[in-house]
C-alpha cells in the first residue's frame, strides 16, 4: 500500500524543521534558547476577556456543538468592530463568518474556490499558508516578488500575461508577515482596479492591523469603494488580543466567497466552543485599552532590539508594524545563506530565528526575529550575538 499521497507530494520539506530540531535538542542539553522563532505571543489575554470565557463555561448549555458561522453575537461584534475602526458597514448574515483562526478560514476559501490547475497570485516571501492553502488545494501558486514593493503592481501584471490558465485569485497580506510592510489606501484602491480588470478575486489577511508603531493606522481594503465586489479580508484575534491559542478568527467582504466557505465549512467543523466565541464578544465589545497597552510593549521591544542589535554589530530595519523585524543576513555571513545562518546562531549564541527562506525563495537572504522575547532577554541576545560576531565563526572570510 503506497504513502505516497498526491497532496503530501505537492509539499515540500519543511524549512523550518531542522532549526526547530536544533532548538528542541539544545534545551534537552539545557541550553537558555532565546527563541524569536515562531510568531507565538508572549503577552497574557486581557483579564476581561478570560472571565467572560471562565463565566461562559460554567453555563452547561454552552458545550453544546456551536455554529461553524460562529454565533450572531460574535458576528455582530465584528461587524461593530469594522464600523469603528474602518467606517465599513457590513452584513452580519452575508458578509461575515467566525473561523478557526485566519489560518483555517484562508486554507478553507483555498478548498472551496479552486479547482485543480487553477492560477494564485501570492507574494513572495509571505505567511506559508497563503501559498501552500492553495498548493493542498491543488492549485499551481505563481509566486510574485514583494520586493521592492514599488515594482510588485508590474511583477503582477506581467504574472497575468504569462499565466495559462488566467489567474483567478490574489492574495495579499499587510502588514505582512513577514516583510512587516506596511500599505495605505491607494495601494489597495490599485489592487480592487487591478482585480477588476483583471477578473480576479482578492484573498486580504490583515492579522496584524493593529499592531502598529509609525504613522496612521494600517487600513482595510473594504474601505475601498466597490471593493467588497471583490474582496474578502481575514482578521484574527490571536495577535490583536493574544489570543492565538483561542483560535479565533474571521473573514469579511464578498457575499460569494463568504458564502462558498461557509458551505465548506458546513461540512467540515460545528464552530468554536461556544464559551471561546462569547469570550471573543466581551473582547471585541469591551475596552481596547488592552491593545493599546499590548502595542506599546511591542513596539518598546521594537525599539530596543533595534538599538542593542546594532550596537552588537547587525543592523535590524526598524518595524513599521507587525511583531517582527525582517532583518538582512549580515554580507559576512550570506554564504551560509539563511538556514545555515539561523543555524548558526542557535549553536554558537543560544538565539532562535525563523530563516527567510521559509516563507520563500526570494526571502533567503533575511531572517525573521519575533518580537515575543522581553527587553531583558532581547539584550541578553544582543550580548550573545555580540560575542559571536567578535568571534569569527562562520563569516566567509574565516571560512
Not at 486581557?46 to 448549555?61: G, N, Q, S
Not at 490547475?117 to 501559498?131: E, K, T
Not at 514599488?150 to 504574472?159: M, N, S, T, W, Y
Amino acid at each position: 500500500m503506497t504513502s505516497d499521497f498526491y497532496r503530501i507530494r505537492r509539499l515540500p520539506p519543511y524549512v523550518f524543521a531542522e532549526v526547530n530540531a536544533l532548538k528542541a535538542a539544545a534545551r534537552a542539553r539545557g541550553d537558555d534558547v532565546i527563541d524569536f522563532g515562531m510568531g507565538n505571543p508572549d503577552l497574557p489575554t486581557p483579564r476581561h476577556v478570560v472571565d467572560k470565557l471562565t463565566e461562559a463555561v460554567r453555563d452547561p448549555k454552552t458545550h453544546r456543538y456551536s455554529m461553524s458561522r460562529g454565533i450572531p453575537g460574535l458576528r455582530k461584534a465584528l461587524v461593530g468592530s469594522y464600523a469603528r475602526r474602518f467606517g465599513v458597514d457590513l452584513d452580519p448574515e452575508r458578509e461575515t463568518i467566525v473561523t478557526l483562526g485566519s489560518k483555517e478560514g484562508l486554507a478553507n476559501l483555498a478548498q472551496a474556490i479552486t479547482a485543480p490547475g487553477d492560477v494564485i497570485l501570492c507574494p513572495n516571501p509571505s505567511y506559508p499558508i497563503h501559498a501552500f492553502g492553495f498548493t493542498i488545494a491543488g492549485a499551481s501558486v505563481r509566486h510574485v516578488p514583494l520586493l521592492p514593493l514599488d515594482r510588485f503592481v508590474g511583477e503582477l501584471e506581467k504574472a497575468c500575461r504569462h499565466s495559462v490558465p488566467r489567474p483567478s485569485a490574489l492574495i495579499l497580506n499587510f502588514p505582512s508577515n513577514p516583510t512587516a510592510q506596511v500599505v495605505g489606501l491607494d495601494f489597495y484602491a490599485e489592487m480592487v482596479d487591478f482585480a477588476r480588470r483583471e477578473g480576479l478575486y482578492i484573498l486580504s489577511d490583515i492579522a496584524y492591523s493593529e499592531i502598529y508603531f509609525d504613522g496612521n493606522p494600517p487600513p482595510s481594503i473594504l474601505q475601498i469603494p466597490g471593493a467588497k465586489d471583490v474582496a474578502v479580508e481575514f482578521s484574527s484575534m490571536s495577535k490583536t488580543y493574544s489570543m492565538p491559542g483561542w483560535r479565533i478568527g474571521f473573514a469579511a467582504g464578498n457575499p460569494g466567497l463568504i458564502g462558498a466557505l461557509s458551505r465548506v465549512k458546513s461540512y467540515l467543523d460545528y464552530g468554536a466552543f461556544t464559551p471561546i466565541q462569547v469570550a471573543a464578544t466581551a473582547a471585541l465589545n469591551g475596552p481596547q485599552d488592552c491593545v493599546d497597552e499590548h502595542r506599546a510593549i511591542y513596539q518598546a521591544r521594537r525599539d530596543v532590539l533595534v538599538s542593542r542589535f546594532a550596537q552588537a554589530g547587525w543592523d535590524v530595519p526598524s518595524p513599521p508594524a507587525t511583531m517582527f523585524a525582517w532583518v538582512p543576513v549580515p554580507e559576512a555571513y550570506r554564504h551560509l545563506g539563511s538556514v545555515g545562518f539561523s543555524k548558526l546562531l542557535l549553536q554558537e549564541a543560544q538565539v532562535a530565528v525563523a530563516p527567510g527562506l521559509g516563507f520563500g525563495e526570494y526571502g533567503d537572504d533575511h531572517v525573521r526575529i519575533a518580537l515575543v522575547e522581553n527587553e531583558h532577554r532581547i539584550r541578553q541576545a544582543a550580548r550573545n550575538l555580540k560575542r559571536l560576531f567578535e568571534s569569527g565563526k562562520g563569516r566567509i572570510d574565516n571560512a
